[in-house]
């Protein structure tokens, strides 16, 4: 039987690796082992019970490690991850049943570590798969199972599922302060008086005024969010078409909390930057604001956060701070049009992806952890892998599962992982990160009114919704 991937080796046995080229056969071929059907060597489509059983390991055999991540990743489109468990853990059982206690026993023992391989495989790729009850139940079946044939298999599966639930327990740890976080950001209304109102200034600039410190700043937060998506959530994210599935409910609860924790993120600090900028009742503080988060958003261009480089520009366009034509006189511009070009959505991005594939090529040739920083501008990154999966059908007319499909996702995901686990190299320091992630920042129609009574209405337009802001937000005070 051929190759199972398209780009065999592509994921190395130390990490994701997407940087190596497609092989080029001399001749297209198409044929079909079975349920399953290869072009040019390359698996293209099979049935779904052809694709499990693929998945077996036994004695003689063991799954590419890039088809395994493929099939973990985006198997769920068409069955719950349990239901993929607990089938392949019966065809395990099965395949080495004889009826023969000592047979049995050898073949278990044979094929033992390469079971323990595959499940370790999913446990540190997809740990949040085992938050299910269900699935913590059939690895430890599995574990009674492998104890019978394999003391030393039995013990790295101990090991294995004590590194899985500390995994679990700092998600946990995670979820939690995150929502402690939110509900400290929102008490806002009477902080944001205070920091209006007080002589003092406490404002991005009182806690931090080199741009290369916050820019690093920001790279802690964005990297430690990152770290905590689970790659299935872009496939869970879009739900489930596939007519032939039954576990909707499992997408009904959509399990990506950590995505959207991120997104969420990059929507706190554009309305962060238009709040330290829009807040000061001094042109010239504005101003100061303006070119800080200018520098701050090229030393992270600099850097290889494009995620918090664009949060900031976004910051910056919001028609509160836009419309500050008195305040924008005052700064030199020529840097923000250069970042703006650098992330003009024209052409599908097509200048951010360029600078993207540096940032990557430069990732993979890199001689520090500071060089090895890729951090995408993860909406995009979103859309991409969103228009990929609506672009092509599950499945094909004959009810094969459409491979080809699966294997564009994993790659795409598959970057990702790799960015993700970089370690950021630059030391923290926890009054800014306090500040950035907790200091309360104004809605959009406080933005919109902090705007006005900055720079006065140019128009009757703008007098009218200074006023409506005005009596709006004093009502909701009083509620």
Sequence with gaps: MPPTTPYAGKFSTSTYNNNIHLHKYHQPMEVSYGDMCYHDNSLVSGSLEALIQHLVPTVDYYPDRSYVFTFLLSSRLFLHPYELMSRLCHLCVEQHRSGDLLLDKIR????????????TEWTETFPYDFRDERMMHCLKEMSHHLARGDEYSWRAMQQMTQRLIQRLAALGQYEEAIATLNASAAERPTALKAKQQNGHRHDVLSVCDDAFILAQQLTHIELDRLSFIGPEEFIQAFGVKDHLVNHKSFFRKRKTTNLEAYVAWFNRLSYLVATEICMPVKKKHRARALEFFIDVARECYNIGNFNSLMAIISGMNMSPVSRLKKTWSKVNTD?????????D????????????????QRSITAHSNQEKIVIPFFSLLIKDIYFLNEGCANRLPNGHVNFEKLWDLAKQVSEFLVWRQVMCPFERDRKILQY???TPVFTEDELHLASYETEGPENHLEKDSRRSLRTSLLHREHR
């Excluded at 840097?335 to 992330?343: N, R």
């Excluded at 959505?345 to 990557?360: E, H, I, K, M, Q």
């Design 345 to 360: 959505p024209s052409s599908n991005f097509s200048n951010y992806r360029t600078a993207l594939r540096g940032a990557t």
């Design 108 to 119: 278990i023992r044979d094929v033992a570590p390469k079971i323990v391989q595959l499940l």
């Design 436 to 438: 950035l992630v907790t």
């Design 335 to 343: 840097k923000f049009d250069i970042l703006e070009h650098q992330m």
